[in-house]
């Protein structure tokens, strides 16, 4: 009887560990989520590369990713930026380290934060998507607003202001904003996840 309780207290922390690291292993990226976890990765070393002789300091973690206030020394790599951008048309919106626009659809949801855009919708609006081996910089963009969800097919989107966030297929080179509006629910995304439009 002593032995059967003994296994049973045993048990429980042991069920509980599995379902924490089955957790691990199922959020964005599969079996690199014990290692991620466990030690940081090279890419998080790298990214701490001085800037003008300091470290940059992590504002923001979400689980595995971490998420600095500023930009990118230059030579990092594995690296997302978002940086907030500025257009007549629009006002204040967010663009990707290479100057590409970023935009949110209105049929997803912010609380709770849910990708309503797959299959063909996710050619023409491709997902801005973060690896376990990346970090995310932000210039402009409060670190506290973004984040990322995981999508349908595992993959770790990244959101503003709990908006998922997307690139236009037909946006060819930095500043365009042909996205804008299309459908009457595509916006470029403003620094605080909202519709960037100009006032």
């Not at 599995?18 to 079996?31: H, P, Q, T, V």
């Not at 380290?97 to 309503?116: C, E, I, M, W």
């Not at 966030?165 to 459908?183: E, H, I, R």
Request: hydrophobic share 40%; charged share 15%; aromatic share 8%.
């Amino acid at each position: 009887m002593n032995s059967a309780k003994h296994f049973q207290r045993v048990t429980v922390p042991l069920a509980a560990a599995a379902i924490a690291l089955a957790g691990l292993l199922s959020a964005c990226g599969g079996d690199k989520g014990v290692e991620a976890a466990a030690k940081p990765s090279s890419t998080a070393t790298a990214a701490a590369a001085t800037i003008a002789g300091q470290a940059p300091a992590v504002a923001k973690t979400q689980g595995w990713l971490k998420i600095y206030d500023g930009i990118a020394a230059a030579g990092t790599t594995n690296v997302v930026q978002l940086r907030a951008t500025s257009n007549p048309t629009v006002g204040q919106y967010v663009s990707d380290g290479s100057g590409r626009s970023l935009y949110r659809f209105d049929k997803d949801t912010a609380a709770p934060s849910v990708s309503n855009c797959s299959g063909q919708c996710a050619t023409t609006w491709p997902p801005l998507t973060v690896t376990r081996d990346q970090v995310l910089y932000t210039a402009g963009v409060d670190p506290q607003l973004v984040g990322f969800i995981e999508r349908a097919d595992g993959t770790c989107q990244i959101t503003i202001g709990g908006w998922p966030v997307y690139y236009f297929s037909k946006d060819t080179k930095p500043g365009d904003l042909l996205g804008q509006g299309v459908g009457g629910t595509w916006f470029a995304v403003a620094p605080n996840g909202g519709k960037a439009l100009s006032k």
